[in-house]
């Protein structure tokens, strides 16, 4: 697998060294363009003083005198030299006095050309040289100018040499200010983390400190509170699930215990296949429960839909009243149930009545009434027992889960 650079490691670290890479290339071109437009300045500056001192001595000439000694200022980097159309010296500077001529090493042509040449007998370093052609009277006469790169070379390499020391310097700044940088922009992340670190399932209540700025670590705040919300719900609704799981199979289970020690302390022959149909029948609707509970959780994530059906809820009311009949011995009065169809889901309508009724059961005192009758709007289902009653306070509790 292909890493690329700057994908592994503190993103601080990464962050301090891109920064620095890239202030290095931008500083490093900028210093090389730098370095390179102050040498060409120096040049041309030396270029023109050659050209100007030639052209000067050149009109001298056209008018017809030639001069036998040429001055030159700062004689250790400049010269002059004027040679005939025969290649003989006419005349020259102090500086190069009695030399040869330097047409060997100096081309002559009809436009403007300088040229750079070293071994001159003027100095040791380099020069930036002219050879220029002029006519006069007494005939053709070629001169030479030369100035030398010297100063080019050491205004160049002083700019060079400040830069090597300021370079560094500045990278080592830019590096500091974006570790400085990033470190405090980072802080409320590492925050975030360390917070995040701490948090256990017995408090996701708790929240990481949202920032009232509009950026990427804001919206990551709110991203993590968003988080931890869900998580905090998720773990609730576990939490709540199980309490129902707890609650819903504890009857059918203890019915189950009940029967089967009866029968061990008892054991008779003829009632062996009553108590196991009867177990099996409690079996039955503990798996039923337990799907119950399954889909309530998975109704309550929205992820399914329920589908409905006629149902003649007369027939479920008198089965699961039969069933509650048979366990107890309230007398349970459901003369009062009517036919009537309803579209709903068999199944779960038998749940909430078997629900009800055992509630009615465990608080009743006598007696319970079942009624089903139609009405101008629907149907009413009501179970009514001589019981306490659910207090005002609490009645909104009923309908949770």
């Known amino acids: 697998m292909t890493t690329f650079p700057f994908t592994k ?25 730098l370095i390179s437009s102050q040498r060409n300045s120096l040049t041309s500056g030396i270029q023109t003083t050659a050209l100007l001192r030639a052209q000067d001595l050149a009109s001298v000439i056209e008018d017809g005198t030639i001069p036998t000694d040429i001055a030159v200022k700062n004689e250790d980097s400049s010269f002059v030299q004027v040679i005939n159309s025969s290649g003989t010296v006419v005349a020259s500077s102090e500086n190069i006095s009695g030399e040869l001529s330097l047409a060997s090493k100096i081309p002559v042509s009809e436009i403007v050309t300088f040229y750079t040449r070293s071994e001159l007998p003027a100095g040791e370093s380099d020069f930036r040289v002219i050879g220029l052609r002029v006519q006069s009277t007494k005939g053709a006469f070629t001169i030479f100018s030369g100035v030398s790169l010297e100063p080019a070379i050491d205004g160049t390499d002083s700019l060079r040499n400040s830069l090597l020391i300021v370079m560094p310097i500045l990278l080592l700044l830019v590096g500091a200010f974006t570790w400085i940088a990033v470190g405090m922009a980072f802080r409320p992340v590492e925050d975030i983390t360390r917070m995040v670190s701490e948090i256990t399932a017995e408090d996701l209540h708790r929240r990481v400190p949202q920032l009232n700025s509009d950026d990427e670590i804001s919206y990551l705040a709110k991203t993590m509170n968003n988080m931890l919300e869900r998580l905090e719900n998720s773990d609730q609704e576990q939490r709540a699930f199980i309490g129902d799981v707890s609650h819903e199979l504890r009857s059918p289970l203890a019915g189950m215990q009940a029967q089967l020690e009866v029968h061990q302390l008892h054991p008779d022959a003829d009632l062996t296949a009553q108590v196991v149909s009867e177990v099996l029948e409690e079996v039955t609707r503990m798996n039923h429960l337990i799907n119950d509970m399954l889909l309530l959780a998975t109704v309550e994530k929205q992820r399914v839909q329920t589908s409905y059906e006629y149902v003649s809820l007369n027939e479920v009311v008198l089965t699961e009243a039969e069933k509650i009949k048979g366990k107890t011995t309230l007398e349970i009065n459901f003369s009062n149930v009517h036919a009537v169809q309803v579209i709903g889901s068999e199944r ?52 949770h889960r």
């Open 9 to 33: 490691g503190s993103v601080r670290l990464r962050t301090t060294l891109f920064s620095v890479i890239v202030v290095g290339v931008a500083v490093f071109g900028a210093s090389a363009w």
């Open 348 to 399: 779960q309508l038998a749940r909430l009545l078997r629900n009800l009724l055992e509630n009615a059961v465990r608080f009743a005192e006598a007696n319970i009434r079942v009624s089903l009758i139609k009405t101008d709007v629907g149907v009413q289902l009501r179970i009514d027992d001589d019981g306490p009653g659910i207090p005002m306070a609490e009645r909104e509790s009923v309908f």
